[in-house]
């Protein structure tokens, strides 16, 4: 069993000092750390993963992430790294996934009843691995402090119900630790509305200085330890100037005041529901292609799946299901050259492998009914659908010599269906995790006054320098088949929602 007394050299930059400062010497228990990528969040965190082991031996503690998918998936693996990179190693100073009492482990105060979502370190100490998208994930723990992982993606009521509550444990030989009770978060800054609570607790900071800390750096705080060449690359890969800004020069992006789909609300539209106990039987043994459409929960296995696909250089699709009372967005996928539209439906065919109702309704815009070459009568429509019936699908062409509607049409139709006024319109929702890039694209459109009508802004489609998975490619395959679909319903609809186009944000 190991001591935790192996030293190496760790040079923190000025970021990572002034978290361990604000801990350690200001004694401040809730900090929120606003990093950009590449800052060194994944270091720091697992640094106060293991100041809390060290100060609460045999103590329980919360390593938080959105889902239990992104934890595997993202949180863990960087975790351990960081570990490791501090001397603790897995199988030896902790496990995964399972007791580590035949090791020679000692036991914490409050064993868990499983161990399939816990890390059990050597002295007793333990994390439970906490997923917000399951209610009972957090429920029922007595912790002594809590990590929280990309917590700008976190829904702040279900953190403080789920996790927030159980931060109350103490014990008398605790009593100096720095970290008893403590609260961390780290996360680049908020892309979506949903991060807002996250950012707002600069002002908790500022107002209570005694307990709060918001400390915000950018990438080049950590430039000692990333390549001199990195920055450029991410400027000329990212997918527009404002992704940039904020991911990695931590600049939070401007709220966009003039929307397209002006209804659009995640509290309402969106939900998580992934498959919990396939995942957490990964824990401990999972591949990439581990997370296939068995990790999703929310696919009805006796309907279609409806894929919406947008042409161009980039190409994108959203893949969808029509319930009775329910238009459900499942997931949004994308390719860009010289990826092509063979490598975009071997994605989808991939990720859906293992449904046994393979049928698929495509849809797709003006170009899905262009010749594939000169003088050939075979569409790029046509050549998407030889290829799904190859993979083994069963498909239903809903575009096939279709004309496509205009702007004003899909926002009038669009916004009323998110608005959902009456009960006979579908309720409009979307698996948030799965259409992250999807979600920035709706929030992130704008409109304006045309000259038919309200017009959405595809200004940055056009810069050639901009990689497109965040401006309007997403949101107009996904306008493609809600259109097609529901379009009936613009004979009586409800325009009260509708607002005049005023300001610019």
């Known amino acids: 069993m190991s001591d935790f007394k192996r030293y190496r050299e760790v040079v923190l930059n000025l970021a990572q000092i002034a978290a361990v400062y604000a801990v350690t010497v200001l004694r401040k228990v809730k900090i929120f750390l606003e990093w950009g990528r590449g800052a060194g969040k994944s270091f720091i965190l697992a640094y106060f993963m293991r100041e809390m082991v060290i100060q609460m031996p045999r103590a329980s503690f919360g390593l938080v992430g959105e889902t239990y998918q992104k934890i595997l998936s993202k949180t863990l693996p960087s975790t351990k790294e960081g570990l490791e990179l501090l001397g603790l190693y897995e199988g030896y100073d902790y496990v995964v996934g399972k007791n580590g009492t035949s090791l020679g482990f000692t036991t914490p105060f ?6 399939e979502n816990v890390i059990h370190f050597s002295n007793g100490a333990i994390f439970h691995l906490i997923s917000l998208d399951n209610p009972n994930s957090g429920r029922g723990l007595n912790l ?3 990590l929280g992982d990309e917590a700008a993606l976190f ?4 953190l403080f119900n789920n996790v927030k509550t159980t931060n109350r444990s103490k014990k008398e030989q605790f009593k100096e630790a720095s970290l008893l009770g403590a609260e961390i978060y ?4 908020a892309l979506t509305k949903k991060g807002k609570w996250f950012t707002d607790a600069e002002k908790l900071a500022k107002d209570e200085p005694d307990k709060y800390a918001f400390i ?6 950590n430039r000692a330890n990333l390549r001199d060449e990195w920055f450029e690359e991410m400027k000329r890969e990212s997918p527009s100037e404002v992704i940039y800004n904020a991911e990695i020069l931590n600049i939070r992006p401007d709220e966009i005041l003039n929307g397209f789909y002006p209804q659009f609300n995640s509290t309402k539209h969106c939900y998580t529901n992934y498959n919990n106990e396939y995942l957490i039987a990964l824990t401990d043994n999972y591949t990439p292609a581990s997370f296939n459409c068995d990790q999703d929960n929310d696919i009805e296995r006796t309907l279609p799946l409806r894929l919406s696909i947008d042409w161009g250089v980039f190409l994108s699709g959203t893949v969808t299901q029509k319930l009775p009372d329910e238009y459900r967005t499942l997931k949004s996928m994308w390719v860009n050259q010289p990826k ?4 975009l439906i071997n994605d989808f065919c991939d990720y859906y492998e293992n449904l046994t109702n393979k049928v698929v309704y495509i849809y797709y815009g003006h170009d899905g009914n262009k010749a594939v070459r000169r003088k050939s009568r075979e569409t790029y429509g046509d050549a998407i659908a030889k290829h799904l019936r190859k993979r083994g699908w069963t498909v239903v062409d809903k575009s096939k010599h279709k004309a496509v509607a205009g702007h004003n049409a899909k926002y009038i139709l669009i916004n009323t269906l998110l608005k959902r006024s009456s009960s006979k319109y579908p309720l409009l929702t979307f698996n948030e995790p799965n259409n992250t890039d999807l979600i920035i694209s709706i929030e992130r459109a704008e409109a304006r006054d045309g000259a038919n009508g309200i017009e959405k802004v595809k200004k940055d489609e056009r810069n050639a320098s901009m990689k497109q998975q965040h401006t309007t490619h997403l949101s107009d395959a996904w306008d493609i088949a809600v259109y097609d679909i529901y379009k009936d319903i613009l004979k009586d609809y409800d325009d009260s ?6 300001t610019k944000g």
């Open 144 to 146: 002594f402090a809590i």
């Open 110 to 115: 409050q064993s868990p009843n499983k161990w």
């Open 340 to 343: 092509d539209e063979e490598d």
């Open 216 to 221: 915000k750096a950018s990438a080049y705080v």
């Open 186 to 189: 780290v996360s680049s800054t």
């Open 155 to 158: 829904d702040h009521t279900k």
């Open 497 to 502: 929602w509708n607002l005049p186009l005023t």
